[in-house]
């Protein structure tokens, strides 16, 4: 069965950096576009960058461009979200998912398998 675990969220003051891992597992991952997401309280799910697995072309959100990082490595089946400058407004829950698709794609119904999420939290 596919399963996606997100991993590394924790507690941080504004101005940190976190890096959030995601094991994916199950099946090949070729051809698909890996993607990050959050959700805060009270809002809707919320894009924030996607990377082809194949090829390792990206695409960011403009809210976090310049501060977040996607990356995959093919050996260890993980999807990393490398996060800095971190912003009290970046606090939410983060979810990693893939999507059958070979180019980057950046809504949440195109997205066939969903991580748990991992808590992030960024204090003033």
């Known amino acids: 069965q596919v399963q996606l675990v997100e991993s590394g969220g924790g507690l941080v003051q504004a101005g940190g950096s976190l890096r959030l891992s995601c094991a994916a597992s199950?099946?090949?991952?070729?051809?698909?576009?890996m993607g990050w997401f959050r959700q805060a309280p009270a809002k809707e799910r919320e894009f924030l960058a996607a990377?082809?697995?194949?090829?390792?072309?990206?695409y960011y959100a403009d809210s976090v461009k310049g501060r977040f990082t996607i990356s995959r490595d093919g050996v260890k089946n993980t999807v990393y979200l490398q996060m800095n400058s971190l912003k009290p407004e970046d606090t939410a829950v983060y979810y990693c998912?893939?999507?059958?698709?070979?180019?980057?794609?950046?809504?949440?119904?195109?997205?066939?398998?969903w991580g748990q999420g991992t808590q992030v939290t960024v204090s003033s």
């Open positions: 998912a893939a999507a059958y698709d070979i180019e980057v794609v950046t809504t949440t119904s195109h997205y066939d398998y």
């Open positions: 199950g099946r090949s991952f070729t051809g698909y576009t």
């Open positions: 990377i082809s697995w194949s090829y390792g072309n990206t």
